[in-house]
């Protein structure tokens, strides 16, 4: 039987789960959906990730409004795919900071991402009707931002580590609650999107200039907190070695449908029960072929190439 297209027919509600990290340092996990977070300062809000609608944006408000009232001056979106940004008008921010490159490539293909990600996985996309447009930063920076959070809450600093999951990827680390949110930089048991990924460099320098903050805790992109310098390190070796199994075995193959075969078949034992794995590969196979092949920056995704992929590999 032809498995249904992406995660088309994945209906299920997850149970979402809403964890103090700290004081003032919030994450809501879901079970391999998109997660998010908030980082409390004196006298303001900074939220991370905007969710794919304001509608599901303000379901994820209305559990933070139980711990906190400050008003939210930073929105901060770690990169520009739409399940992590189309919600962010449910904000009322005063400041949205994504980094240089995720601007420019929300203006490059935000629009085609847009219709990709809603067919890919229409669950995500509550009430899309309530989305208002493509989501623009306000704020951009291309090496490091700096909030001040005040008090004694000490600063959240937003890095870019490098190219990884997309060009434009940044993380948010506390330095004092050595606490990191890595977007989709990392997972944490659940399986990796590539297809917009530059994976030779996301594997090496990306991956070490990550690790290198020392996190105690990691929020990854999907999937569980990441707790202790134990399990943080779990996580950045899962995200390593998912990429480098797809390198040896799409490097070695001599068809992109021989590439499919062989990295499925590597990587079904470990990662295939994990949310989005049979949703992703064919995908990320697509994208690391061109890039094994000279092709520079990864190609846009519409509706229509990413039934092309998904009949030619996934059938
Ligand atoms: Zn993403």
């Given at each position: 039987m032809?498995?249904?297209?992406a995660s088309s027919a994945d209906l299920g509600e997850k149970k979402q789960s809403l964890e103090v990290l700290a004081e003032g340092v919030y994450a809501l996990t879901a079970e391999g959906d998109p997660n998010v977070g908030a980082i409390e300062a004196e006298d303001f809000l900074v939220c991370f990730e905007a969710l794919a609608t304001p509608v599901a944006?303000?379901?994820?408000?209305?559990?933070?409004?139980?711990?906190?009232d400050k008003p939210i001056r930073y929105l901060v979106l770690s990169h520009?795919?739409?399940v992590r940004v189309l919600g962010a008008s449910a904000f009322?921010?005063?400041v949205i900071v994504t980094h240089d490159k995720t601007r420019e490539l929300i203006a490059e293909r935000g629009e085609q991402d847009w219709a990709s990600e809603y067919g890919r996985m229409p669950r995500l996309f509550k009430e899309p009707e309530s989305i208002p447009g493509l989501t623009w930063p306000t704020a951009t920076f291309s090496d490091t931002f700096t909030i001040d959070l005040g008090g004694d809450r000490g600063d959240l600093v937003l890095a870019y580590c490098g190219r990884g999951h997309t060009e434009g990827d940044l993380v948010a680390w506390l330095p004092k609650q050595r606490?990191?949110?890595a977007g989709d930089l990392v997972e944490s048991q659940a399986a990796l999107y590539t297809g917009d990924a530059f994976h030779l460099d996301w594997s090496a320098a990306t991956l070490d200039k990550v690790a290198s903050f020392g996190a105690e805790t990691l929020v990854g992109g999907r999937g569980a907190v990441a707790r202790g310098r134990h399990g943080v390190d779990a996580a950045i070796a899962q995200t390593r070695d998912f990429l480098a199994v797809m390198l040896r075995e799409v490097g070695a193959a001599g068809s992109v449908k021989e590439a499919f075969e062989r990295t499925h078949r590597e990587l079904e034992p470990r990662y295939g029960a994990w949310p989005i794995f049979e949703h992703c590969l064919p995908f990320n196979v697509s994208r690391l072929w061109d890039e094994l092949h000279g092709v520079e920056r990864p190609r846009i995704w519409t509706a229509e190439r990413d039934r092309e992929v998904w009949d030619q590999l996934q059938s």
């Open positions: 032809a498995k249904p297209f944006a303000r379901e994820w408000l209305a559990r933070l409004r139980e711990y906190t520009y795919h739409a009322g921010a005063d606490i990191m949110f």
